[in-house]
């Protein structure tokens, strides 16, 4: 994740470059497109990233409903159960 977040300040660093008045237009449009192809692979990482969270959570869900369908009888009191038989 360091590697990611290098590289989200390096784009961040590409943009205040490209703010420069002086630039030459020709290096304007290299900055650009090195920034371009940053932010796409960037933006991929972050959507399989996403899906590896989705996943996840889904799992966590599934884990959920399935503790829910189990009857819970470890503090089931029989005591309190035989009285309201009666």
Known sequence: MKDFEKRITHLEELAEKMREPDLPLEKSFSL?????????ELRKELE????KVEILLNSL???ENDQA?????????IST???QID
């Open 32 to 40: 650009f497109e090195e920034a371009v192809l940053l932010a796409r």
């Open 48 to 51: 399989e990233l996403q899906g």
């Open 61 to 63: 869900e599934i884990r």
């Open 69 to 77: 369908e189990v009857p819970n009888i470890a503090n089931f009191d």
């Open 81 to 83: 159960s035989e009285s």
